[in-house]
């Protein structure tokens, strides 16, 4: 199994920044990519952003061209999501997620809150 901790959230104004962190243990030889989703009151779960474990990096239409940007520590076994010039729109409970294989499957965080204000 893979378990992930995220860390990193919080209270912030408008046009501030957050950086959010993923660190998984267990399995971890079986990952294939890690991500981050988002999800607010009253709506679905969203894909934020995705990174593989071959380093290559993709980002929801929803967050592209904003200073949204994934990354990873493999030394530390730690995915991180930087979020500059934050809106209140991006208010959510932040999920980090896991894939992996042998047996394909998916594992998820508890969640960090990223609450920005106005």
């Known amino acids: 199994q893979v378990q992930l901790v995220e860390s990193g959230g919080g209270l912030v104004q408008s046009g501030g920044s957050l950086r959010l962190s993923c660190a998984a243990s267990?399995?971890?030889?079986?990952?294939?990519?890690m991500g981050w989703y988002r999800q607010a009151p009253g709506k679905q779960r969203e894909l934020v952003a995705r990174?593989?474990?071959?380093?290559?990096?993709?980002y929801a239409d929803s967050v592209k061209g904003r200073d949204f940007s994934i990354s990873r520590d493999n030394a530390k076994n730690t995915v991180y999501l930087q979020m500059n010039s934050l809106k209140p729109e991006d208010t959510a409970v932040y999920y980090c997620?896991?894939?992996?294989?042998?047996?394909?499957?998916?594992?998820w965080g508890q969640g960090t809150q990223v609450t920005v204000s106005s």
């Open positions: 997620n896991a894939e992996v294989r042998n047996p394909r499957d998916n594992y």
């Open positions: 267990g399995s971890i030889f079986r990952l294939n990519a």
């Open positions: 990174i593989t474990t071959e380093d290559i990096k993709s």
